[in-house]
């Protein structure tokens, strides 16, 4: 299973128009190789290098998405509505919106994390990240990552 996107490569910068600085919108991401026993995607978008990545104290979480349709082939950029049975979770700024990079110090990387599940979740209201991930304990078929970076330019 992969996880990629057109607007970024592994480990690179991520665009200034998908952060804080920009228009804070959400990338385009592709997906691949899902498992034909996946009934549902989970998207959880976070940094691990919160406040300072030279003595990080947490993981901030900018994205959560769950019960995707594990048919999908990705995610459009600016993508708000969901229209197919996907659910949001709650981000570390309490919204159920993206929220791009926008590190307060330093250079910081942005994992990009989809999971392949083995059913939909249900019972769930705007879970946060550690709602989530316990929710799905247990379901996880596959996992693929992808790393981009950001330092703020101003």
Not at 61 to 66: C, D, G, Q, S
Not at 124 to 141: C, F, I, R, Y
Request: proline share 9%; charged share 25%.
């Amino acid at each position: 299973m992969h996880i990629t996107s057109p607007a970024f490569a592994e480990h690179e910068s991520i665009p200034e128009k998908y952060t804080c600085e920009g228009r804070d919108i959400s990338p385009p991401l592709t997906f691949s190789g899902i498992p034909e026993a996946a009934e549902s995607l989970i998207l959880i978008v976070d940094d691990p290098d919160a406040p300072d990545p030279d003595a990080p104290k947490m993981t901030w979480v900018h994205w959560l998405l769950f019960n995707l349709p594990s048919h999908i082939k990705g995610l459009d950029e600016d993508v708000q509505i969901f229209r197919d049975g996907t659910d949001t979770g709650l981000n570390d700024w309490k919204r159920r919106d993206y929220g791009g990079p926008c590190p307060p110090i330093g250079r910081h990387r942005y994992f990009f994390k989809l999971y392949a599940l083995d059913t939909r979740l249900t019972g769930l209201n705007a879970p946060d990240k550690e709602t989530l991930l316990h929710a799905m304990q247990g379901h996880v078929l596959e996992q693929a990552e992808l790393i981009g970076t950001y330092s703020k330019q101003r």
